[in-house]
Nanobody, 123 residues
Framework: QVQLVESGGGLVQAGGSLRLSCAAS????????MGWFRQAPGKEREFVAV????????YYADSVKGRFTISRDNAKNTVYLEMNSLKPEDTAVYYC????????????????WGQGTQVTVSS
């Protein structure tokens, strides 16, 4: 069982930066692939970024590539999402999620989800 708690969201102006954190409980955190997803008002939840537990490989949605960076600290049971050059269209609730399936961007393959943290980017 893994419990996830996101933090770090807030209100920021366009062009600004935020760093989201996702703290995980459980001694086996290091064996889970971790992903970030987001859901904007009136839209479906979408994939943002993923980091492999085994290799540290990362993959990003095209919409955030070059602006967002996902990282993890297994010693602290925490995964991060560094967000730079934020745009109003990045406004959403951001969720972290964990899976043991592997390196995947498919939401249904994630077993555990956090409660989400709101990110609002003003123009």
């Amino acid at each position: 069982q893994v419990q996830l708690v996101e933090s770090g969201g807030g209100l920021v102006q366009a062009g600004g930066s935020l760093r989201l954190s996702c703290a995980a409980s459980g001694r086996t955190f290091s064996t889970y692939t971790m992903g970030w997803f987001r859901q904007a008002p009136g839209k479906e939840r979408e994939f943002v970024a993923v980091i492999s537990w085994r290799t540290g490989s990362t993959y990003y949605a095209d919409s955030v590539k070059g602006r967002f960076t996902i990282s993890r600290d297994n010693a602290k049971n925490t995964v991060y999402l560094e967000m730079n050059s934020l745009k109003p269209e990045d406004t959403a609730v951001y969720y972290c999620a964990a899976t043991r399936i592997g390196f995947t961007v498919i939401q249904n393959e994630y077993d555990y989800w956090g409660q989400g943290t709101q990110v609002t980017v003003s123009s």
